[in-house]
């Protein structure tokens, strides 16, 4: 039986938990994380101690690099160069990233590297995880209860699918703004008000974008009112204006990472079982 070493390196402990996931069907190593920042109850080995100099694939975090372009670890008191990564890791070796972008493409040319941000797995079950945590997030931000809370949603994508239904839970009036009529059906079906994204305006008390394209310009933002709590869920370059919004006296967050930070073991296992899904379909793992 032939199955790839895996060297998890960086990230934060979500990390930590892909790592432990994934050890169940390959020989795993991490790097980037001081001792003490790994929970006893993983049972992971290090990359200095694992004895491995030529890992055969490498997940990276989200994103994996950091601002000046050695590798992201928030977890580890030293700073550890990509080189060192690479330093680590087979000729052929395939990475597996977060938010894949030119400065990681640049750093490791001779590797062939995927982005599993872009898996449809992933998206479907980063989904709820996502939700919950906007939701964490609101409940944190508002005075008030969410039960009878006028909330828009900007998109009836995944994410803004898996909102609605925890949303009506909490008994929430929830309108949906949409961009044609596929939208309108799926509010429909979830049982929730549609109104088309062109004719937004209103009092509405919670919004929640999730469309990565700006909506919420100067123009649209002066049709709410100040007191609006505004949480952008979208990806690079977001739904808000945000120098507008703070203009307008008007509260916006950019909620990037939710999964990550509220639900760290949940997010960890999810990327672990797309790589996983990932590996065995390219046929990097034969039994």
């Known amino acids: ?20 996931r994934l050890s169940r069907e390959f020989e795993i190593s991490v790097l980037g994380f001081d001792r003490e920042r790994i929970p006893d109850d993983l049972e992971l080995d290090t990359a200095d101690r694992a004895g ?14 950091n601002s000046e ?33 030119n400065k990681l493409i640049k750093a490791l040319p001779q590797h062939t590297i995927y982005d599993y941000l872009l898996s449809e797995e992933m998206s479907l079950k980063n989904a709820v995880p996502t939700a919950e945590g906007a939701v964490q997030l609101a409940l944190e931000e508002l005075p008030v209860t969410l039960n009878g809370l006028k909330v828009l949603i900007v998109g009836m994508d995944r994410i803004g699918t898996a909102l609605a239904e925890i949303l009506k839970g ?3 009036d929830i ?25 937004l305006k209103g009092s509405y008390d919670l919004v929640f974008n999730t469309v990565p394209k700006l ?49 760290p073991v949940t997010s960890g296992e999810i990327i672990a079982e797309t790589v996983s899904s990932m590996i065995w379909e390219r046929g990097e793992a034969v039994e």
Not at 238 to 244: K, L
């Open 170 to 172: 909490f008994g929430a």
């Open 69 to 101: 372009g050695n590798l992201f670890a928030p977890c580890s008191s030293s700073v550890i160069s990509i080189a060192a990564v690479e330093e680590l890791l087979a000729p052929d070796a395939v990475i597996y990233a977060g938010r894949v972008d």
């Open 215 to 263: 909506i919420f310009d100067d123009d649209m933002l002066s049709r709410f009112d100040k007191d609006t709590l505004f949480i952008d869920l979208a990806s690079k370059p977001g739904g808000i204006d945000f120098d507008a919004a703070l203009e307008h006296g008007i509260r916006a967050i950019w909620a990037l990472g939710l999964p990550g930070k509220t639900a």
């Open 175 to 199: 309108t949906a703004a949409v961009h044609n009529s596929r939208g309108t059906a799926k509010a429909r079906l979830h049982g929730i008000k549609a109104i088309p994204t062109s004719r």
């Open 1 to 20: 039986m032939k199955r790839p070493e895996i060297l998890i390196a960086g990230g934060d402990m979500r990390q930590l938990y892909c790592a432990a």
């Open 52 to 65: 491995i100099r030529s890992f055969d694939c490498a997940v990276l975090p989200v994103p994996p690099l």
